[in-house]
């Protein structure tokens, strides 16, 4: 994704390895979420201040951005080890994401970019437990250098799971992927696995204490169901996604239009309605040079008075085309909605090999034909 096409995403907070790095305003909120937590929960030990208990809660709350920017951090630099393009980090509510440009990934490569944000984790988390065996530390410096370990050992287990769009979900759908030869049949599968994940995430926060009797922590159910519900709403984005993309191959011009017929842009309503009675089919008016200029719209072509049919231009009631929004009978899948999605038109003239118009292609069947969904 690139810097110049895309409004930034955030606020720049500078670049790591050439890597530019964001911060979402969304941040802020986790921030605080975490800063009145941490701080409610060391305030009420009373053997620490309360002001240096959210202090120390605000201190954690930075611990969990650095542990994710360098899990991000680990993500980006394997990407550019395999020529990702135009890699940024952003760092948001659910902790954090790095977003690439467009390219065509391999199930290898996929899965060695999502498994080293887990392991970049896992290497801190030991770095910590070794200076916390060897160092003499005072309590606030030891309080937060256990929490860095902490948060490294859950951010690395949590995202090691396998569904997706946890990282540790690239293994199901590199596997998927590789047996089936289509990267959009793995990560349907992988969501699936991380809605169950999403499912039990609610289930051992909230379902599992109440049922052993325990008290519910709010704020801990809190967080546990905002990451079910971003977890739910990636996976129904990438099946969604995924399914549109699989349906790509199936969509075809010919088999979207409807008949049409071309006439020139000079005639009148009285030459349409000739033509209406000697065939069926939309007809689509086109200039001296043969490119199609409008759509003979059928509602406005009844209120015209038969008296005055001779007089009234064919292009008075006619919808216009979009310059450029016409396509070949035999074009298909990606290419076609590509080509199409950069014309400002709803609809498009279809012609044969041989230049002639023989169809009208509606901009809603394409949708329904991307999203499976043409009956």
Known sequence: MSESSEQAPGIKL????????????????????ITISVGLQLSRSQWIPAL????????????????VLIHEVAHAMTARAFKWPDAHIVLTLMGGHTQFGSFKAKPGASLWVALSGPVSNFVLAGTGWLVLENLELNVYAKLLLDFFVYANLLLGAFNALPGLPLDGGRLVESIVWKATGSQFKGTIASSWVG?????????????YPYLRGQEVQIITAVVGLMVAIFMWQATTSLIAHSKMMLNLPTVIASDLMSPASAMVSQAMVSDVLTRQNQREGSIILVDAKGMPVGVVDIQALSRVD????????????SRALGQGAIVSEESDGRALIDYLASVDSAEYAVINAQGQVVGLLHQRDIVKAVTGRRK
């Not at 038969?306 to 009631?317: G, H, M």
């Open 195 to 207: 809605r169950v994940i999403a499912i039990g995430v609610v289930f051992f926060f909230v379902v």
């Open 306 to 317: 038969p008296a005055n049919a001779t007089t009234v231009p064919a292009l008075a009631v």
């Open 52 to 67: 240096n208990a959210y202090l120390m809660g605000f201190a954690c709350a930075v611990v969990i951005a650095l542990a």
């Open 14 to 33: 500078g670049r790591i390895g050439g890597v530019p790095v964001y911060l979402s305003s969304s941040w802020f909120i986790i921030t605080a979420v």
